[in-house]
């Protein structure tokens, strides 16, 4: 199993990003897939849950209205569209997957958000 995060980097509050997470070694089809994140001294936080098909979506309350995650199962790749980002948004974001009750996790992309 592998999870590879793409398209973080720095952005101006108020700024978007669309962060991209390519899976292999899996059905990726068949999985829930979910974004976490993690800010300097915070625990990990969920941010964004979907469904194997895609039909369904939730979001942490800290991004609701202002994320969207979505996938292409054909593609493999779960994305999380930020937008109106704020700097309290700054993290590592990863991307994760339960597998038969087994944890994966990608390496993680960093997100700045600062003027």
């Known amino acids: 199993v592998q999870l590879v995060e793409s398209g973080g980097g720095l952005v101006q509050p108020g700024g978007s990003l669309r962060l991209s997470c390519a899976a292999s070694?899996?059905?990726?089809?068949?999985?829930?897939m979910n974004w976490y994140r993690q800010a300097p001294g915070k625990e990990r936080e969920l941010v964004a849950v979907i469904t194997s098909a895609g039909g369904s979506a939730n979001y942490a309350d800290s991004v609701k209205g202002r994320c969207t995650i979505s996938r292409d199962n054909a593609k493999n790749t779960v994305y999380l569209q930020m937008n109106s980002l704020k700097p309290e948004d700054t993290a590592v974001y990863y991307c994760?997957?339960?597998?038969?009750?087994?944890?994966?996790w990608g390496q993680g992309t960093q997100v700045t958000v600062s003027s």
């Open positions: 994760h997957a339960r597998l038969l009750l087994h944890d994966y």
């Open positions: 070694g899996f059905t990726f089809r068949l999985y829930d």
